[in-house]
């Protein structure tokens, strides 16, 4: 189980989805842009409420946690980023986010990739997250290097986009980097 989640870090409030985001969650869903979402968001605004439970259930069954990036001034949902595939014997999860197109370019996947793996490697239990981007998506290979995770190599041929085969970098944080990471930002 994962204790609930609160970060302020560089203009950012990273908390976990929950009911008082419904509105803002509706309407991104309603208006086809599912880009400031974590995959398996709902698909239809009936479905927001469930999904706002179900997002609690996850971090309560240690499951993982969605969390919402939200803009410190104004409220507004920027992002999501989460930790899944959580395997509590090896200690490890992955770490993936995604920020709204109008919002990219701020730094914002960048801080939180690197404050949110920092949580897992401390409050969170973990002893390494880890985190994987297509070679070609230069920008998430930015975020990846500028967060402070390693690069550790490529998965050839890993992901699949309904059309072809594409490579997979991968990158680490582990337990014994958080101290360089953070006197690196």
């Known amino acids: 189980m994962f204790a609930p989640v609160k970060i302020i870090s560089g203009g950012l409030e990273i908390r976990e989805f929950g009911p008082q985001d419904a509105a803002q969650v509706a309407a991104f869903v309603a208006a086809d842009d599912r880009t400031a979402l974590p995959p398996g968001a709902p698909q239809t605004v009936a479905e927001v409420d469930e999904w706002l ?46 920020v709204r197109a109008s919002r990219r370019g701020r730094g914002y996947a960048a801080t939180a990739a690197r404050v949110v793996g920092r949580w897992a490697l401390t409050d969170g239990g973990m002893r390494r997250v880890q985190l994987r981007s297509r070679v070609d998506n230069i ?15 490529t998965l050839r041929m890993a992901d699949w986009d309904g059309e072809k085969t594409h490579d997979l970098a991968v990158f680490s944080m582990i337990s014994t980097d958080v101290g360089t990471v953070d006197a690196t930002r």
């Open 53 to 98: 439970t179900g997002t609690v259930r996850r971090r309560l069954d240690g499951d993982g946690v969605l969390l919402a990036l939200l803009d410190a001034a104004s409220g507004e949902i920027v992002g999501s980023i989460g930790l899944r595939d959580i395997d509590w014997r090896a200690g490890r999860g992955e770490i993936g986010y995604g």
């Open 139 to 153: 920008a998430s290979l930015r975020v990846a290097e500028k967060a402070g995770y390693q690069r550790e190599g």
